[in-house]
């Protein structure tokens, strides 16, 4: 199945950084140990798990020649043969490659679509959704810049998630997410369809990217609240301009220092993403099928209000939950995302 050379050369690394962990004198060097340490554990853990049944096999299958120890084999063998292919699964998995980003802090962008006022209500309910998913799971959620409307909904929201496996499973959420409801706005009481679009990126480091001063604008501007509500008198808010792409960044917090401080970290996860993105597009031929591919035009998910359901189009699941979905009860659907890539990847790695 899987050469036993390769799984030594597992076994053994991650006893090396266990060493290597105790002689670290730096903080940046135990950090970096400690996220490769963290990677490996499940893995190393899987090969025990295999190894052991393995092992327990064939100790199990030789007892059958003691003819007082016969019966106890023959109650057991089934027992170990039904878990073989269990743990060579969880195996397998566990020895898929995995996304450099996954283990991430992620950055949250949602923006309405088409839909006028509605569609920009809907945005601030996928906020709340997110919000609450991230409450669910224990992440930390911080709203880094929000643009409101005079209905209560959003111009767009940028947030930044922490905690463990954020990036893992909220990259799955790129796309376009569409809604069809009557809107509070209508009163005629028809359904209206109207759409958001949310991108997921991964947080990037400053050694992940490189921004020289030269390749950007810094322009300082009076911060304004909602409808001109709250004006601050003082040229606090940041926009920063990357030349070389064109993308622009704003931070309208009361302090311009952490106004840059945030705006360069959007900046950064940008254009780690567009990175990632090209290095993608070289694989664009095995991608096609791909469940994360996160391409922000691409329509993912449609929640229907009037029938209570909410369906992922990339995956063909319709879930009759939308209050809890909307809630924050993402689970069940994220769940069936990563099984699906999984099981792309496995077939990847068999073909």
């Not at 893992?168 to 209206?192: C, D, M, N, W, Y």
């Not at 003082?234 to 952490?258: N, Y």
Request: hydrophobic fraction near 40%.
């Amino acid at each position: 199945m899987i050469p036993e050379a390769a799984l030594r050369e597992i076994t053994d690394r991650f006893e090396f950084l266990e060493a290597k962990m105790g002689q670290a004198t730096s903080g940046e060097e135990i950090a970096r140990l400690s996220r490769e340490y963290a990677e490996l554990k499940p893995v190393v853990a899987a090969i025990a798990d295999w190894r052991a049944v393995q092992v327990g096999l064939a100790e199990t299958e030789a007892l059958l020649a003691d003819p007082e120890m016969r019966a106890l084999a023959e109650d057991e063998l089934p027992v170990l043969k039904a878990r073989l292919p269990v743990v060579e699964q969880a195996l397998r998995l566990a020895l898929l490659p995995k996304d450099s980003a996954d283990a991430r802090p992620a950055m949250l962008e949602i923006r309405p679509g088409t839909g006028g006022e509605e569609a920009s209500l809907f945005a601030g309910d996928l906020l709340r959704m997110y919000q609450r998913y991230a409450e669910t799971r224990g992440w930390r959620f911080e709203v880094l810049e929000e643009s409101a409307t005079e209905l209560g909904g959003i111009k767009e929201v940028i947030a930044r998630v922490e905690g463990e496996g954020v990036f893992a499973r909220l990259k799955f959420e790129s796309g376009v997410h569409r809604v069809q409801r009557v809107p509070v706005t209508e009163s005629g009481g028809r359904i209206h369809t109207s759409a958001a679009t949310v991108a997921v990126l991964p947080e990037a480091e400053a050694v992940d990217i490189d921004i020289p001063a030269s390749d950007i604008r810094i322009d300082t501007m009076r911060a304004s609240g909602a409808g001109g509500q709250h004006v601050n008198t003082t040229d606090s808010a940041v926009r920063i301009t990357h030349l070389p792409t064109g993308i622009i960044v704003t931070s309208s917090e009361k302090s311009q220092h952490r106004n840059r401080e945030i705006a360069m970290g959007v900046l950064r996860a940008r254009l780690y993403d567009l990175k990632r993105q090209a290095a993608d597009a070289e694989r664009a031929a095995a991608r096609k099928g791909q469940v994360g591919s996160g391409d922000r035009s691409e329509r993912i998910r449609t929640y229907n209000f009037p029938q209570g359901r909410m369906t992922d189009h990339r995956i063909n699941l319709t879930l009759y939950k939308l209050d809890q979905v909307m809630q924050g009860d993402l689970d069940e659907v994220i769940d069936a995302l990563i099984a699906e890539d999984q099981a792309r990847k496995l077939a990847e790695v068999a073909g």
